[in-house]
């Protein structure tokens, strides 16, 4: 299947680079993953496409200020790393710019010697493997250092940092956001509780390799970066009820959905489970976790499009993207929604 079929115009203005003063006023497309028939709404009108019984999957995840600027060590070289994934212990997997200035061995020096690191080693794809060293608490030390690691198609700066995090954000370790989630207020999570429809979470840590393009000529020659996920006893307990009972299962993003579909892929029953994934889903794909999904519009030619198209099918999708574009949809993290039912 070759990666162009999932190629569109995307004129520039349409890409948001702020996001919308109150989270909910965005639009919302309804996609019908059967017909294709869309519809226009707001967000704040999602509780009307959602059912007594119905379960909405949310990823807790926390975003990391992950990106840290600093000096390498003898040479006073300016070095900006971005955390990707922990290792084990103090090390972990990074992004290094400029790369070619850190290998193994470097030194590199970030707030006045608040906090120091060593390069022990590569990884793929060009990433530093950098050990760390710091006094207290490292989350601490990085809240104090860090800045919050927006998409490099976000060209503003962001003046409250917690609108890239989700309102019910807690367990910290993402370089990016679970973006579907930045809808939801805390007023509209309980309208829909209200109405009788279930709220589980499940964690995601969203690495970058989610969002880059696809950069193999075929499909199924790209490979997907592991992504750490957990589910708790209870949110299983709760999915495998929804399930008995006739509810449907909607995952909030493709981070929810990738982690539901790993621990259900093989004979739909949900676990208490966590480990690695590198599930890549696209057109062909039989889903055995859930039967619609929250999500934003994505880029062209990303493993993104690539999942709602073995969803709703990519005739469908392509279609809905095309009258995105014409209706001035915005695109991306801070952009508009789609739900796919």
């Known amino acids: 299947m070759k990666v162009e079929l999932f190629d569109f115009h995307l ?18 497309m309804v996609l019908n993953k059967e017909n294709g028939e869309m519809k226009h709404e707001t967000f704040k009108q999602i509780s009307d496409y959602l059912n007594p019984g119905d379960c909405i999957v949310l990823n807790d995840t926390r975003v990391m200020p992950a990106r840290l600027f600093g ?56 990433g530093r493997l950098l050990n760390f060293q710091y006094e207290g608490i490292f989350y601490e030390v990085l809240d104090k250092l860090g800045e919050m690691p927006l998409p490099p198609y976000i060209k503003e700066q962001l003046d409250d940092q917690e609108r ?32 009788g429809v279930h709220i589980a979470y499940i964690t995601l840590h969203v690495g970058l390799g989610t969002f880059r393009p696809v950069s193999a000529d075929t499909v199924e020659d790209h490979e997907m970066h592991s992504e750490f996920y957990q589910m708790s006893e209870g949110t299983a307990r709760l999915l495998n009820q929804v399930r008995e009972n006739g509810g449907k299962i909607i ?6 959905t990738r982690t539901l579909e790993s621990i259900a892929k093989y004979n739909g029953v949900f676990k208490e489970e966590n480990g690695w994934t590198n599930i890549f889903i696209y057109p062909g794909y039989q889903f055995s ?50 739900l796919i039912i």
């Open 11 to 28: 004129p520039d203005e349409l890409i948001a680079q702020t996001p919308l003063k109150e989270r909910d006023a965005s639009r919302l």
């Open 71 to 126: 000096m390498k060590d003898g040479t006073g070289a300016k070095i900006e790393i971005l955390l990707l994934k922990q290792h084990e212990g103090d090390t972990w997997e990074t992004l290094v710019k400029p790369a070619k200035r850190i290998k193994e061995g470097s030194m590199i020096s970030f707030g006045d010697g608040l906090l120091e690191a060593n390069c022990v080693g590569t990884s793929e794809h060009g």
């Open 164 to 195: 890239y995090q989700t309102v019910y954000s807690r367990e910290v370790g993402s370089a990016a956001a679970p973006t579907a989630g930045l809808h939801f207020t805390k007023e509209i999570l309980e309208t829909i509780e209200k109405k």
């Open 251 to 256: 995952a909030v993003g493709t981070t929810s």
């Open 289 to 338: 976790a859930i039967d619609g999904m929250l999500t934003n519009f994505h880029l062209p030619k990303s493993s993104l499009i690539m999942l709602v198209s073995a969803l709703a099918g990519r005739d469908h999708i392509m279609k809905a993207y095309e009258t995105a574009v014409q209706e001035e949809y915005r695109f991306f993290s801070f952009g508009d929604a789609m």
